[in-house]
């Protein structure tokens, strides 16, 4: 399936920033600009973090990630 639309990078967080404090504003910074980030410890990824609107988009579209 080919897909004319460009593929982006996902942003990244480290988890020492969550373990700082930080998770409140990492989290409404990705609500607000309706972003999906994935968040690594030790330099790998170890968990994916999205925005409820992507999420509600994703789903009405038939993907429901815990199917997978």
Do not use: C, W
Request: proline fraction near 1%; aromatic fraction near 8%.
């Amino acid at each position: 399936m080919s897909d004319n639309k460009t593929k982006n990078l996902m942003e990244h967080l480290n988890i020492a920033e969550f373990n700082r404090g930080q998770s409140s504003k990492l989290i409404r910074d990705l609500s607000e600009n309706d972003k999906t980030a994935y968040i690594q410890k030790n330099g790998k990824p170890i968990a994916v973090v999205m925005s409820y609107e992507r999420y509600q988009r994703m789903f009405e579209r038939g993907i429901d990630i815990n199917d997978f």
